[in-house]
């Protein structure tokens, strides 16, 4: 920090209580840790067909997205670390909506447009769900009436890598067949 002499001084980092401030706001500070000790990568659940209940969809204006939240259910098992139950986990996908200037542009094949892909992909998606998609005013009185939340789905959760990091996704989500 700046001094009316013109000098600069540093806070003491060198103490070894962080229960005294320090110069940092690191006041109170009281649990000890090593981080190369402790690191564990986050626990994935291995690819493959999995049951779940849809427990959340909402629409995303910044992505122009819907997105889906699924809780896996009924499939036993534990993830990568050999300890977390997959059953109770969390994974999301996204059905992109058409926006302006969609029909304008083509897909990276050149073979239809971005409006056309992404009206084909929300077909297919609400014929696999069993679900009416069929226009916005539908869906969005879907979601404010949250009548698609509790539905059994399918799901085939993948590995996705991600600058840097691997996570799951999912791949495809279908209605589950009635037993």
Known sequence: MATKGGTTESPDTTGEDFGE???????????????????????????????????GVAYEPEAHAIAWKVCLADNGGVMSDGETPVDGSHHYTRNFLPQPGDENERTKDGRQ????????????????????????????????NQDWVGLPVIVSIGLNEYQGRTRNQINRMVAAQAE
């Open 113 to 144: 447009t971005k409006r056309q892909a992404k009206v084909n992909m929300m077909k297919r998606f609400a014929d696999e769900m069993k679900i009416n998609m069929n226009t916005r005013q539908i869906i969005a009185e879907s979601i404010v």
């Open 21 to 55: 401030d320090m110069g940092m706001g690191m006041a109170g500070l009281d649990t000890d840790f090593d981080l190369e000790d402790e690191y564990k990568p986050e626990p994935l659940v291995p690819g493959g067909n999995y049951r779940g209940n849809v427990v």
